[in-house]
């Protein structure tokens, strides 16, 4: 039973599918006060992705204390690396530190499949995206060390109308950086002071 006054993190429920759309068409919502509303607000999963990538066992939510979803993250696999491909938090239960805590999961994830490192893309310039995960272990990947998927990444995001040329990859090492606290449950006491927001990747919504 999960404590009243507590959020956790677990892997999503075939339950949980149906409101993950509107957890992420309204996180998109909030790049309209940077202007990016249009480049970002087209792109999102389709109800069979959010199907698929919950059987593979790559989709994690945020439950408040009823059990109900308030966020997700989702990853896949670049070349040889874990990749972030969106962290997404209803801008009403941001500033929890919700983000960080989806972010510790991927993680784990990871960490426990044995990949070495993992990659994001990201966009400069917005306060709750390249400075969220430099806070967070990662730094920007040279574009000399871009792998054949990324470069394919990169493609894609360019053919999909995101803003390519303000977009960086980003990466972090799981092999010598901290892990994340604790193992399986991530619980989250609800605080009332403010902190971060978080952002995704090629689909590129707010936590």
């Known amino acids: 039973m999960i404590a009243a ?3 956790r ?3 999503a429920a ?3 599918l149906h409101v993950l759309p509107i957890i992420e068409r309204m996180a998109a919502a909030r790049f309209r006060e940077v202007g990016l509303d249009q480049a970002y607000g087209r792109c999102f999963i389709s109800a069979e992705e959010f199907e698929a990538r919950q059987h593979r066992g790559v989709l994690w939510v945020v439950a408040n204390e009823l059990g109900r979803p308030v966020g997700f993250a989702t990853c896949s696999q670049i070349d040889d690396s874990a990749h972030l491909d969106e962290i997404d938090v209803l801008p009403q239960r941001g500033r929890r530190g919700l983000g960080s805590s989806l972010l510790r999961a991927v993680c784990a994830w990871a960490r426990s499949r044995s990949f070495p490192a993992i990659t994001l893309s990201t ?3 917005v306060p709750w995206n390249e400075p969220f995960y430099r806070r967070r272990g990662f730094h920007e990947l040279d574009e000399s060390s871009y ?3 990324i470069r394919r990444l990169r493609a894609a995001e360019d053919a999909a109308g995101l803003p390519v040329r303000n977009r960086l990859i980003m ?3 799981l092999v010598s950086s901290r892990p994340p606290h604790g193992r399986g449950w991530t619980t989250i006491r609800r605080r009332e002071t403010r902190g971060r927001c978080a952002i995704g990747s090629l689909v590129e919504t707010v936590a």
Request: glycine share 16%; proline share 0%; aromatic share 6%.
């Open 5 to 7: 006054g507590e959020y």
């Open 9 to 11: 993190v677990r892997l």
């Open 14 to 16: 075939r339950r949980d």
């Open 123 to 125: 966009t400069r310039g």
């Open 147 to 149: 792998t054949t998927g």
């Open 171 to 173: 990466i972090r090492d």
